[in-house]
């Protein structure tokens, strides 16, 4: 159980075009989504938390109309970059929780590369 | 400012011995200490966890040990097996808010255990 699915696993796009990410709890309803970035050889910093039928809460620094973020159910968050850059080439990893007191968890990643 | 730390970027050691991952943190605010487990191209998965009120917690093979004096805790795997070879990180929780929300993330560890 608590399978979370994320997609796609790996993009690969040009220059200021607009890349949405999925992240789905496939068996559980998420009431918490978060999602993080990860650089090479770095550990992984949280961008933004996101409650389904709410704004995102973004973390210091992460700015919120660059990363778009949408919990429009509870099985669906969806996190779109918004006129990529190479900058923006990084590791992006979604988690969900079912509640304040369920641990967080995580789906497989997506690699982003701007071109 | 990195308020988790894994020191050792990686460590090896021989199928049936114990290894121990290390992990410090800066930030009193921390209560609750969380172990994940990752495999290439895969999510992290949850391991163990660890509350401040305690200093040890077991489970199986694993064991998580935190000494809040000294700001450190260490994660336990005995016996090693090769299946565990993959990336540790600790994460820990500030005090106040969800007991598995706002991860902070240490670097990661990479363990490998040789058959």
């Known amino acids: 159980g608590a399978v979370v699915s994320q997609h796609p696993s790996w993009v690969i796009c040009k220059s200021g075009t607009s890349v949405k990410i999925e992240c789905r709890s496939l068996d559980f309803q998420a009431t918490t989504m978060f999602w993080y970035r990860q650089f090479p050889k770095q550990s992984l910093m949280l961008m933004a938390t996101s409650n389904e039928g709410s704004k995102a809460t973004y973390e210091q620094g992460v700015e919120k109309d660059k990363f778009l973020i949408n919990h429009a159910s509870l099985t669906l968050s969806t996190l779109t970059v918004t006129s990529a850059h190479p900058e923006d080439s990084s590791f992006y990893i979604c988690?969900?929780?079912?509640?304040?007191?369920?641990?967080?968890?995580f789906g497989d990643g997506t690699r982003l590369s701007i071109l | 400012d990195q308020q988790v730390k894994q020191n050792s970027p990686s460590l090896s050691v021989q199928e049936g011995r114990i290894s121990i991952l290390n992990c410090d943190y800066t930030n009193s605010m921390f209560d609750y200490f969380l172990w994940y487990k990752k495999y290439p191209a895969e999510g992290p998965t949850f391991l163990i966890s660890?509350?401040?009120?305690?200093d040890k917690n077991e489970d199986g093979r694993f064991t998580v040990f935190l000494n809040k004096s000294a700001k450190h805790l260490s994660l336990h795997i005995v016996p090693s097996q090769p299946g565990d070879s993959a990336v540790y990180f600790c994460a820990a929780v500030p005090a106040g808010g969800t007991s598995y929300g706002k991860l902070t993330f240490g670097q990661g560890t990479i363990l490998t255990v040789h058959p």
């Open positions: 660890i509350s401040s009120i305690k």
């Open positions: 988690s969900a929780s079912a509640g304040t007191d369920q641990p967080q968890h």
